[in-house]
């Protein structure tokens, strides 16, 4: 399981609420590998993943969009890749609940965990500078 503090700030509340509901979501995914569950059950939390994910990155890109993030591109081909990687599993692995659910977790898990400790501190490190540019 992951630990809360390896979420990084990106000095954005709505970002920073998403990434610690993102968070939870793998929590409920790390809790499915654990025990037995049901296929509606999973349906669910995979909806409720997706619809997160798409959620935040749609919002992540207005920020950049906003802030003029120079590299906003390159980002947003690493969103669309997360999103392509979980379709990929869902498909690849939807008759083997257990094996779904973990490659999932780990997926949820790097996002969390590298994307948003790499990919997001550029762009909060870029907003950071440019605010202390502005003053």
């Known amino acids: 399981m992951i630990s809360n503090q390896?979420?990084?700030?990106?000095?954005n509340e709505l970002l920073d609420s998403q990434h610690q509901?993102?968070?939870?979501?793998?929590?409920?995914l790390s809790l499915m590998n654990h025990r037995h569950i049901n296929s509606k059950e999973l349906k669910e939390?995979?909806?409720e993943l997706l619809v997160m994910l798409n959620r935040h990155f749609s919002d992540e890109e207005a920020f950049m969009r906003e802030i003029n993030y120079p590299f906003i591109k390159e980002h947003m081909?690493?969103?669309?890749?997360i999103i392509f990687e979980i379709e990929e599993i869902i498909v690849r692995e939807a008759r083997t609940i257990h094996v779904l659910t973990e490659k999932l977790d780990l997926v949820v898990r790097d996002f969390i965990i590298n994307h948003?400790?790499?990919?997001?501190?550029k762009i909060t490190k870029y907003y950071e500078k440019k605010l202390k540019n502005l003053i």
């Open 6 to 11: 390896k979420i990084v700030s990106m000095n």
């Open 21 to 28: 509901d993102i968070f939870e979501i793998s929590i409920k």
């Open 45 to 47: 939390v995979l909806k």
């Open 77 to 81: 081909k690493i969103h669309r890749s």
């Open 116 to 121: 948003t400790s790499k990919e997001d501190s």
